[in-house]
């Protein structure tokens, strides 16, 4: 089958993948007079009351924004926010099928991060959580970290968490099979921006003492003047030894290779150098950085690409839908680490440790019991960690 074709045949097809339907039926005088004017004037007031209450009367308990600038499309690159639609339509529906969270696109004309900010904050009333997807890194981050500060929902830039959720997750596998420690492997990544950012910092959380991180320049060293802030600060928290030199070099007797970066940048003798049962993750989309067979071929154990059409497919979809809906569930204030690594665990203990196998290390994302796993385990580590808000919202409903 040709993906591109069948495509555009469906889309020009349905005019669209999603569409707004009405919960209520209004069939009268009086439906109407209930559904709209003069009855609703009666949960406005209630909300102007408490704002809390937005959350009963209004669908927002179960709505999230996804919002682009549309600079930073995952195989594509800066596209645009228009030509971006497709694909938030489609994470729009993906949102619903699998978590029945409710969810609107929204692709932003500007890719001005004080101008996206000050609109998603004045946006941010009408949602339960903001997806943020498709920013190009640095940028992504300086948004993400002001919406955090102004907004009191959930903020969530799925390129950088998602990804990183779905590869830890992905690792604890993949280390049973090879029957190593994180604490004993060293592990490289290639492509430092957002996703390559946010995997290394779940990976020293998760334990990974050895960690070699690298750029298109090289690897990244904390003594090098003329990286980027953001490339400076995950100097300091890695390659300990302070190694210099190039991918190649990097990969030199490694456990783990993880790619976010670029096609076909990592050759056959590259992971003939890594130690023996490698772990290798190359995920740039569409062509990853190293042939699944070629990996194969030169001795790696166990590999994982983001193509469907190989075993071990790293996808996003493991993780967002059951992150929003167990943080919905809880009505949290946040998505924190500690959240976001339930999901990871949850993700990875949906396969029973004895069907773990180098071929199978990853649940099919279309199992809709993933998802309510991770749902669960995120909404528990959210209470647990305090940013539950539903005691606020039972509170204002009590005393009405």
């Known amino acids: 089958m040709d993906y591109k074709v069948e495509s555009l045949k469906l889309h020009k097809k349905l005019g669209g993948k999603i569409e707004m339907r009405s919960r209520v039926s209004i ?32 669908r927002r308990h179960n709505t999230v924004a996804v919002i682009t600038d549309g600079s930073a499309v995952l195989g594509l690159g800066n596209i645009g926010p228009l030509a971006s639609m497709p694909v938030m339509e489609g ?17 932003l004309k500007s890719q001005d991060t004080d101008e996206i900010v000050n ?15 498709d920013i190009a890194a640095p940028r992504c981050f300086e948004i993400e970290k002001q919406l955090k500060e102004r907004c009191d929902i959930p903020i969530f830039h799925d390129d950088q968490h ?30 430092i921006g957002a996703a390559g950012t946010a995997i290394a910092e779940f990976l020293i959380e998760f334990g990974i003492k050895d960690l070699i991180l690298c750029d298109k320049h ?89 193509l469907s059409n190989f075993p ?26 500690e959240m976001m690594i339930a999901a990871s665990e949850a993700i990875a203990n949906s396969i029973p440790e004895a069907k773990i196998t180098e071929a199978y290390i990853i649940p099919n994302p279309l199992d809709r019991s993933v998802h309510a796993r991770v749902a669960s385990a995120v909404k528990q580590k959210a209470i647990e960690t305090g940013v539950s808000k539903n005691g606020s919202i039972k509170a204002a409903v009590d005393s009405e």
């Not at 109407?32 to 009351?49: A, F, K, M, N, T």
């Not at 994470?91 to 692709?107: E, G, N, Q, R, S």
């Open 218 to 306: 090289g690897i990244l060293s904390s003594d090098d003047d003329t990286l980027s802030p953001s490339h400076q600060k995950m100097a300091k928290k890695t390659n300990q030894n302070n190694i210099k030199g190039n991918l190649s070099k990097a990969m030199e007797n490694a456990d783990v290779f993880i790619g976010v970066s670029v096609p076909n940048c990592v050759t056959e003798a590259d992971i003939k150098n890594m130690q023996k049962d490698a772990i290798v993750l190359p995920l740039a989309n569409p062509k990853p950085e190293i042939d699944y067979h070629r990996a194969k071929h030169a001795g790696a154990k166990v590999v994982g690409t983001g």
């Open 27 to 58: 069939n009268s005088t009086d439906d109407l007079s209930i559904v709209y004017s003069p009855g609703v004037s009666e949960p406005c007031l209630e909300i102007e009351r408490d704002p809390n209450l937005s959350y009963v009367y209004t």
């Open 91 to 107: 994470k729009a529906a993906l949102f619903k099928l699998l978590a029945d969270v409710d969810t609107i696109p929204l692709c």
């Open 312 to 337: 071990n497919q790293i996808n996003n979809l493991l993780a967002f839908p059951g992150i929003f809906r167990g943080t919905l569930d809880a009505r949290a204030s946040e998505i924190n680490r």
């Open 162 to 191: 998602g990804t990183a959720i779905v590869v830890l997750a992905a690792l604890i596998n993949a280390l049973k099979v090879v029957n190593k420690k994180p604490e004993s492997v060293k592990v490289v990544i290639n492509g």
């Open 119 to 133: 609109t998603i904050y004045n946006l941010s009333d009408s949602f339960g959580g903001i997806n943020l997807e």
